[in-house]
């Protein structure tokens, strides 16, 4: 051996030293050892004064259980292991200084970082690798040079890869090829507070640091806590209780840590109920659901059956789409944890959506907005959804004059107000002209499509930017609106809209005869009311004409509902 020792003479050194109680210990309580001693660096950088670690302290006590970690993943060698990722050079644009800007911009991807270059890198140089911890020290601080001022970016750093190297440790025995890069970026780090504490130290004394005669005077082939060679401190030694926590006189510690598991369990039901209500339930929470896995998709292939049994008297055909969907949701189950979602479970949720549609009052017998079932939250979603609305209001000057504001406010404050608010989605054109509606359904994916000011049994009116507004018949409207298969339904808040009965989509609701301003208001207010709430179609106009009753304003309102089948051939 050289008068120094090399950096792997220092790692089995130490971990020999240890390897007793290392044998004792499970990987991830050596793991919490490590963090813990590297939590005394940030204390010199907070200039916290401790009168049982000094800065040099704590940095020979990281790296004195950093090998100990390294030996209880069997790693072989330290050099080998830090030198692959480092091989005298930033390992991303494989220079020494490396370039700070250019490594912001590519770190840490694949497509960037060039592996095949590293991997020649480190052939190239092993020879040349360092020897003892100053020269390993000093390799660092070419790659990357300190500064003095730079106080805390170690530490700093060093919190971020800790956090990588524990999910490393916590995956490796699956994955473990996560452990050797995160582990040797954490020496880096060690290496980089080395360095700033240098740097403070010539600057404090006027002599140079050696990290390496620091470390050797803390862990001279002995344990200097026992004096023995091979450690046989009790696994927990008096001496380090208190180091870095702090004890509070709590008294009685049995109710503190007393907690039952029937109560646990009782609680954060409750809670968890509570959380899901006030975020609009199921419905609040409509995107993120995951119909693929775990309770959620055994709910929603029981609320297929559910459904199945309750239409199979009126229509067996829909009972059979609904059983067969069921079987195809069971099957596209993936398990707990997967990254990916099923591929396939947008297109059955969508499709059994569309099935509701055709289904009516038979739904609600199934599916109760008041029961908090999983079946039955997942019913209510999926028979109102995410729904987007866009609200489309014209009044040309030369038309009387409209409350379009106030039905607008209406509308608006209905969702507000609504549990189920984050489940729908309202946008707006005012002054419309037929252009906007036209780009705007091209533009967006719109459920819902309300009309609100003036219209006539052959059409509505829009804006033209003149005094006189222009009118778009209704036969054109249902074909526009035919090319957009997700509008669900057409509300047309204006005098006489259906007077012809034309369909413009699955459900259209429309006026038989002239509407009272304030009375097409209110009606608007009740039907958002339902539909924010969950209800159907059908229920949201009976609300609507509810409302428009109990303020006694338009008696016998014309409204009515259309469907396809009420069209005239």
């Not at 008294?251 to 029937?262: E, K």
């Not at 990254?339 to 599916?367: C, F, H, M, W, Y």
């Not at 106030?406 to 209905?414: G, L, P, V, Y």
Request: charge should be neutral.
């Amino acid at each position: 051996m050289s008068s120094l020792p090399r950096l792997d003479d220092l790692y089995k050194m130490v971990a020999h030293m240890y390897s007793e109680q290392n044998a004792q210990r499970p990987a991830r309580e050596t793991f919490a050892h490590f963090v813990e001693v590297c939590g005394m660096l940030a204390q010199n950088d907070r200039e916290k004064k401790s009168e049982d670690v000094s800065p040099e302290g704590a940095l020979c006590k990281a790296l004195g259980w950093y090998f100990p970690l390294m030996a209880k993943f069997k790693v072989s060698s330290v050099e080998d292991l830090v030198f692959r990722k480092f091989p005298g050079a930033c390992p991303y644009c494989r220079l020494s200084p490396h370039d700070d800007s250019y490594c912001k911009t590519v770190r840490g991807t694949e497509r960037t970082l060039n592996h095949e270059a590293v991997r020649k890198l480190y052939q190239q140089n092993w020879k040349k690798r360092p020897t003892g911890l100053d020269d390993w020290q000093k390799m660092f601080q070419r790659i990357y040079p300190r500064r003095l001022g730079e106080r805390g970016r170690s530490t700093v750093g060093l919190l971020e890869e800790l956090g990588e190297l524990a999910e490393a440790v916590r995956v490796f025995d699956r994955y473990p090829k996560y452990f050797a890069g995160e582990a040797a970026d954490v020496f880096s780090y060690l290496m980089g507070y080395a360095n700033e504490h240098a740097l403070r130290f010539e600057r404090d004394y006027g002599r140079e640091f050696s990290f390496e005669d620091e470390f050797l005077g803390r862990y001279p082939g002995l344990c200097v806590q026992c004096g023995y060679s091979v450690c046989v401190c009790p696994l927990i030694p008096e001496a380090t209780v208190g180091r870095l926590a702090k004890e509070l006189d709590l008294g009685n510690l049995q109710p503190l840590f007393g907690l039952d598991p029937t109560t646990l369990a009782r609680d954060a039901s409750g809670t968890a109920s509570e959380v899901l209500e006030k975020l609009g339930g199921y419905l609040g929470l409509a995107e993120r659901v995951p119909f693929d896995r775990g309770e959620t998709n055994r709910a929603l292939l029981l609320l297929c059956l559910k459904l199945a049994d309750a239409v199979q008297k009126d229509n067996p055909s829909v009972a059979e789409r609904l059983r067969s969907a069921a079987m195809k949701v069971g099957n596209a189950a993936t398990y707990a944890g997967n990254r990916r979602r099923s591929p396939e479970i947008t297109q059955l949720v969508n499709s059994i959506q569309a099935t509701l549609l055709g289904i009516g009052p038979k739904v609600d017998e199934v599916v109760d907005s008041a029961c908090h079932t999983l079946p039955s939250q997942l019913g209510l979603l999926l028979k109102t959804g995410q729904v987007r609305v866009l609200l489309v209001s014209a009044n040309p000057p030369a038309t009387d004059s409209l409350r379009l504001g106030a039905e607008e406010r209406a509308i608006r404050e209905a969702i507000q107000l609504s549990k189920y608010r984050d489940a729908i989605h309202l946008s707006t054109l005012p002054a419309a002209r037929v252009d906007d509606v036209r780009r705007a359904l091209m533009s967006g994916d719109y459920d819902v499509v309300h009309f609100c000011g003036h219209g006539s049994p052959s059409g509505l009116i829009f804006e033209t930017g003149e005094d006189s507004g222009a009118e778009a018949p209704l036969e054109a409207l249902s074909r526009l609106f035919a090319r957009y298969p997700r509008i669900k339904c057409v509300v047309l808040n204006t005098c006489e809209s259906l007077a012809r009965l034309i369909s413009l989509a699955p459900f259209t609701v429309g006026m038989q005869a002239p509407v009272d301003d304030e009375a097409a208001v209110e009606f608007a207010r009740g039907f958002y009311d339902a539909l924010a709430a969950g209800r159907q179609i059908e229920f949201a106009v009976e609300e609507g004409i509810a409302n428009v009753g109990l303020k006694n304003l338009q008696s016998n309102f014309p409204v009515r509902v259309l469907t396809p089948r009420d069209s005239p051939s």
